[in-house]
């Protein structure tokens, strides 16, 4: 055959392949949760992993070998394997598999179901998704007993910067309550106005914006008409900016719908597809202790501070200055909700706020446990900044510690069983 015939076409193509594939492990940031789903493999027929779109779920579900081996991998955004999984979903499943963007076809959670029913072998199904299928009901009651699920959360601290190999200082913390030692660069404003997104984070930050403008009119919009038919597309995008702006704030939907001009069901409706779609969390209020005044409406946080700051106007390289406090709130409660994830699924986030008086940012429970986290942006703190944490203590005796986590580079013990700890130290 001639030179330049389709042997050395091909040959070249297999070598071009092995280049592109050895270089994307190379760039490839481990992900934490793989540890986790690895054990679940282990034990559970289905494992479920859900998560913001363009946070990583099909990266790690190729790259992870642990995941990959001896499962065929198949994702639902490939409108050949979609049309497979309408017409015969049975002949997908004959071999263990991981599949992905499973919520556009139902039909194929019901095969999955049928097969599980038949013989539960434990590792036999890894599926992700961009919406949150335990919200969604029909799936949820299709998987009930059989599945877990997991969230993948945007990248941390930890994971974006190689950091992965030792346990979370929050782990020990919990644990031991031992200050970490050595001093951390604070974390920089860019950091939190770039989020955890993989194409947003790593890398240059040339680009990002127009990337998160992208984000926001593709993949939102998408996932949106995937999951309810929104009539007004406009309003949505308008309830979504608007919503960004109350990131880390308790969350009131009259006032909400009232600036967004729709309904109180309307705002709660468009609430709920946020929510499905992993654009936003509710955290829970922590209501274990004896005040009366206690706010019992949940906080309000966009998974992705990133993506927040987007939506509020700033860019890659900058924050809203009135909004800095709240986006590194939002940007920890990222960090703290990945670490749990991957290494506390028992542990509780919440958050605590007496009306009128005192707020705590987080409350962690665990195992019995109480501990009461605040999170301030600037590098220096007062005693003033301690009266929340106090107050939550002096109400709650099951707490076991407290930390003030500032945006310094020292740790201190202070009186009472708090301490001040860097930020990047609380999510190293």
């Not at 992900?31 to 559970?44: C, D, K, P, S, T």
């Not at 007993?145 to 997991?150: I, K, S, W």
């Not at 220096?380 to 580079?409: E, K, Q, V």
């Amino acid at each position: 055959m001639p030179a330049g015939g389709p042997t050395s076409r091909s040959r070249l193509t297999s070598c071009q392949i092995a280049d592109i594939i050895a270089l994307i492990m190379t760039a490839y940031h481990s992900r934490e949760l793989a540890g986790r789903v690895e054990r679940a493999l282990r034990r559970l027929p289905v494992v479920v992993i859900s998560g913001l779109r363009q946070s990583g779920k099909s990266t790690m579900l190729q790259s992870e070998d642990r995941l990959a081996r001896g499962r065929s991998y198949r994702t639902l955004d490939d409108f050949a394997t979609l049309a497979a999984s309408r017409a015969n979903p049975e002949a997908l499943l004959e071999q263990p598999c991981v599949l992905d963007e499973v919520q556009r076809s139902p039909d194929l959670l019901i095969a999955i179901k049928r097969v599980v029913d038949r013989g539960r072998e434990p590792g036999r199904f890894l599926l992700s998704g961009s919406a949150n299928l335990a919200l969604l009901g029909s799936v949820s009651e299709t998987l009930a007993g059989r599945a877990v699920y997991m969230n993948l959360h945007p990248m941390t601290r930890r994971e974006i910067r190689r950091e992965t190999h030792s346990a979370p200082l929050l782990v020990s913390w919990l644990n031991e309550r031992t200050l970490p030692v050595g001093e951390r660069p604070p974390v920089a404003d860019a950091e939190v106005a770039r989020g955890g997104l993989p194409p947003a984070c790593l890398g240059s930050a040339d680009g990002v914006d127009e990337w998160f403008r992208g984000y926001v009119q593709t993949y939102v919009e998408r996932d949106v008409r995937q999951l309810s038919q929104v009539g007004d597309l406009v309003s949505f995008q308008t309830f979504t900016a608007l919503a960004a702006l109350r990131t880390a704030q308790v969350l009131v939907i009259a006032s909400l719908a009232r600036d967004a001009r729709v309904s109180a069901a309307v705002a709660a409706r468009y609430l709920n597809l946020l929510e499905a779609s992993f654009l936003v969390r509710r955290l829970p209020p922590f209501l274990g202790n004896e005040s009366k005044r206690l706010v019992r409406s949940p906080k309000l946080y966009f998974t992705d501070s990133g993506l927040a700051t987007h939506l509020m106007g700033g860019s890659a390289t900058s924050l809203p200055p009135a909004f800095r406090g709240a986006l590194f709130e939002t940007y920890t409660a990222a960090n703290l909700s990945a670490i749990i994830e991957a290494h506390l699924p028992d542990a509780r986030l919440s958050y605590w706020h007496e009306q009128g008086r005192h707020e705590v940012d987080f409350v962690i429970e665990r195992a019995g446990q109480v501990v009461a986290v605040e999170i301030k942006a600037a590098s220096r703190w007062d005693t003033g900044d301690l009266s929340g944490l106090r107050a939550f203590m002096r109400h709650t005796p099951a707490c076991s510690g407290a930390i003030l986590a500032y945006n310094g580079m020292q740790a201190v013990a202070l009186d009472g069983g708090i301490q001040a700890i860097p930020l990047a130290s609380l999510i190293a």
